[in-house]
């Protein structure tokens, strides 16, 4: 007899995309939303703005999800080894029925702390002026030496050096080794950079007799923020601004931001790109040194041919001095008949003058005669007018007294004195008896 089983006791046949929500669901409640550390592996970013990644550490992995949103207010580029933490919801990918987070805010494991160390020495020395670009100085454009700090076991180092002999193998470098990560990177780093301004010194300063350095590169490869902790060190940045030459900060990539970049003379964003900026291709400069003195020679030649010309012309002259005293001969002779046309010009000209002088003259003469005879009577007859004997002959008289003195006045006509009255055929004696006044 065969058992029959107990439709009460059968499991439930789940629907494939039922059971995923279900899941789902229960994933929702009993733990979103979910903060998980871990190491990125598979990072990829699609052209839609999502990234996407795994989550692992030595006991499992986890598939993540970030999406465009999310992603776009990242700070950092996160990149495969680099050990985060999220913050996001678990769900289910029921197309695949893959276990995914959702992840909706990311950042460096243990970043917070020493984020929030960084910001506050980067104001501090921001207000000391440490950052100011007045106190920056330009790359020289042909360094004497170049000096190198980094670590001699770093990447870094080769890719420096591989640029430096592709681009200028004649310039001497200096390298200071110094460790680069760890704490007592800071420390060797100090070390190496006064070692290196040694060189950087005087010119009569013995370790400069043979090599003088222009230009320091202060470099090495990318990393966390923990591994290029080394380079946001308060001491290591003031001895940075020490420096007598222009320092140049190439370190980690174009994402990351040291103390160090800030307070360099020029930051680079990669050890390699630090390298070119101080050393022009040789060629570069061959090529303007063959054009200059191309452009010398040219000068010189047009310079040559100029006076050559002037020797030419002075040869020609020379040779025929004839040719010259002819040509000044002739102007000589230009200058004598003008000379000579002038004078008679002039003699001529008297010579008209006076033999019209000679025609006017005696006419002249008659009329100035008559002119100045005629003003004579005219002065005659108005001076006869004016002579008082003409007035006594009308019955007037003339009053003067004793002494001669006219008299116009009746107040001058005292009683009793004597007066003379001249009339027209002589003179009468008078005496004032009594004067009246009109």
């Known amino acids: 007899m065969v058992d029959t089983p107990n439709p009460a006791l059968a499991p439930r046949i789940w629907p494939v995309g039922a059971l995923c929500r279900a899941i789902a669901d229960a994933l929702e409640a009993r733990f979103n939303p979910v903060a998980v550390r871990g190491e990125i592996s598979g990072f990829s970013r699609a052209s839609s703005g999502h990234c996407y990644f ?40 029921e197309p695949r029925g893959d276990l995914q987070l959702i992840v909706e805010s990311m950042g460096r494991a243990g970043q917070g702390a020493l984020f929030e160390q960084f910001l506050r020495l980067k104001a501090q020395l921001e207000s000391e002026g440490l950052f100011d670009p007045a106190r920056k100085r330009p790359l020289p454009p042909l360094p004497r030496g170049i000096g ?3 670590s ?36 060797e780093l100090v070390k190496a950079l006064l070692n290196l301004y040694r060189f950087a010194q005087a010119e009569s300063a013995p370790e400069a007799d043979s090599v003088h350095i222009d230009a320091i590169l202060l470099v090495r490869g990318g990393g966390s923020l923990e591994d290029l902790w080394a380079f ?23 994402t990351d931001f040291t103390i160090a970049d800030f307070v360099a003379d020029l930051r680079a964003p990669t050890p390699t790109a630090a390298a070119e900026l101080v050393a022009q291709p040789r060629d ?55 000379l000579r046309y002038a004078a008679l010009s002039k003699l001529q000209q008297e010579k008209t ?71 027209a055929d002589g003179e009468v004696a008078l005496q004032v008896l009594q004067a009246h006044a009109n």
């Not at 990447?155 to 680069?180: C, E, G």
């Not at 308060?234 to 174009?254: D, K, Y």
Request: aromatic share 4%; charged share 20%.
């Open 232 to 254: 946001n060190d308060e001491q290591l940045a003031r001895t940075i601004c020490q420096s007598p030459v222009p320092v140049v900060s190439g370190v980690g990539h174009e």
């Open 284 to 338: 570069v400069w061959l090529g303007a040194l063959a054009l200059a003195g191309q452009r010398l020679q040219d000068a010189a030649l047009r310079q040559l041919d100029a006076l050559g010309q002037r020797l030419d012309s002075a040869a020609q002259r020379l040779g025929r001095p004839s040719s010259l005293v002819a040509r000044q001969q002739w102007k000589l002779g230009q200058q004598a008949q003008r």
């Open 54 to 93: 795994n989550l692992k550490d030595g006991q499992g992995q986890i598939r993540c999800a970030m999406f465009r949103r999310a992603a776009s207010l990242l700070d950092f580029a996160p990149r495969d080894g680099e050990l985060v933490e999220v913050r996001g919801r678990l769900g289910v990918y």
């Open 152 to 187: 001699l076991g770093a990447a870094a180092l080769h890719d420096v050096v591989a640029a430096l002999q592709r681009r200028v193998p004649h310039i001497p470098v200096v390298l200071v080794p110094a460790l680069v990560q760890g704490a007592a990177a800071p420390a």
């Open 353 to 423: 003058h006076l033999i019209a002088q000679k025609v006017d003259f005696p006419a002249g003469v008659q009329t100035a005669l008559r002119q100045r005879a005629e003003r004579l009577d005219r002065a005659d007859r108005s001076l006869a007018l004016l002579d008082p004997l003409l007035v006594l002959q009308r019955g007037y008289a003339l009053l003067r007294t004793p002494l001669g003195m006219p008299i116009t006045s009746t107040v001058q006509a005292i009683a009793g004195e004597p007066l003379l009255a001249t009339l």
């Open 148 to 150: 190198v700090v980094t």
